[in-house]
């Protein structure tokens, strides 16, 4: 087979799937051991052999197909390429969710160049959901079916359902920022990693506010959302597929309402 004989979306379909064998036979596994990235700064960022499995997975088919291009995975860092395009690689997002057995984690996948992503895919394994936005297509595959990724017209704020994945989001600044918004919408719900941009992109909720993103956490959800109709920025409303502070809305307006939230507190 020819390096370049594939698609990017198929190539990233494929990396998907891949991951799904890597990872699915430690979930839900008696004895499964983590690793804890921060144990000596006394904080809690677990690993498990199913995170590196699954990168690297993705990564031999990446050498395999696409040599030229620079891979930025959360396991195994940086490595650059010549193409000016970069595979960003996250294996699971939300390990503590994957340790805790909530199907609420997933693979993320994300095509980038110099100004930020154009394909991204959120696949849950366990599941057997996937979304893919970029390059012409805004997907949903699943139990359901084939379905089109088309995020909500919700306009104010107070019919909004916002996420976010940590109550204590952020520095106490971001916190209090945070908020802010969210005493003005419907309901606010936590925990959700990456499938909570999933969710906005299928157009079952309406934001979701995070801090302390790493560029991999957010590239593939912004290449979906963006795909599917949504708005993300970080919170000063410029880009953030370097990571940060990111808002994810379902549209303009709503984008525009959250946005004045997050900047009144000062």
């Known amino acids: 087979m020819s390096g370049f004989s594939l698609t990017d979306l198929d190539l990233a379909h494929l990396m998907a799937d891949a991951a799904r064998d890597a990872i699915l036979p430690y979930f839900r596994q008696p004895g499964l051991d983590t690793d804890n990235k921060e144990a000596e700064a006394g904080g809690f960022d ?44 996250d294996p699971i997002d939300g390990t503590r969710g994957f340790i805790s057995g909530t199907p ?52 104010a704020l107070s019919d909004a359902i916002l996420f976010t994945t940590f109550p204590e989001i952020g520095t106490p600044a971001d916190r209090a920022a945070f908020d802010a918004v969210a005493g003005q919408v419907k309901l606010v719900r936590y925990g959700m990693d990456c499938y909570a941009y999933a969710l906005l992109a299928a157009g079952q909720v309406d934001l979701v506010i995070e801090a ?34 990111a808002l994810a809305a379902a549209n303009a307006t709503l984008h525009a309402a959250a946005l004045e939230r997050l900047g009144s507190v000062g």
């Open 46 to 89: 677990p690993v498990t052999v199913a995170d590196r499995a699954a990168e690297a997975a993705m990564r031999r088919l990446l050498a395999e197909h696409r040599p030229d291009d620079g891979i930025w995975g959360e396991e195994y860092g940086q490595e650059p390429g010549t193409s000016g395009r970069t595979w960003v690689l």
């Open 212 to 245: 302390g993103l790493n560029a991999y956490d957010i590239q593939a959800p912004i290449a979906v959302i963006e795909a599917a109709g949504g708005v993300v920025t970080d919170w000063e409303g410029g880009p953030v597929h370097q990571g940060g502070r």
């Open 104 to 155: 609420t984690w997933g693979v993320l996948i994300a095509l980038s160049e110099a100004d930020g992503p154009v394909m991204g895919v959120v696949d849950q394994p366990y599941i057997g959901e996937r979304f893919t936005g970029g390059m012409g297509v805004a997907e949903y595959t699943g139990p359901r079916g084939r379905q089109a990724l088309a995020t909500r017209a919700t306009a």
